[in-house]
């Protein structure tokens, strides 16, 4: 028998592995977040402080339950100037 499948996409305070500044939960997969990708942070809860972040890594995680299988997805970050040059690659 197949256990469902729960998906968990955790985005981290910039510079720390402990702090989550942002979590979401899906019954479907997340498009993938690799390194390097920018996140958008404005519209989430509490992120205010942060306009443009980057994925420096991203861990997953799979757990295995009685009933379902959880897929968490951990997303570490680092804090961005947000700049239109910035997102078109031309910063230095």
């Not at 968990?8 to 997969?29: K, M, Q, T």
């Not at 942060?50 to 997953?60: D, F």
């Amino acid at each position: 028998m197949v256990k469902p499948v729960r998906y968990l996409l955790e985005i981290y305070v910039p510079g720390n592995v402990d702090s989550l500044l942002a979590n979401f939960e899906a019954e479907s997969p997340f498009m993938a977040i690799s390194k390097g990708d920018f996140l958008n942070p404005r519209s989430w809860y509490g992120a205010d402080k942060y306009k443009l972040l980057r994925a420096v890594n991203v861990e997953h995680i799979l757990l295995e339950g009685e009933t379902r299988t959880t897929h968490k997805v951990c997303v570490f970050t680092e804090s961005l100037e947000d700049s239109p040059s910035m997102l078109l690659g031309q910063h230095e």
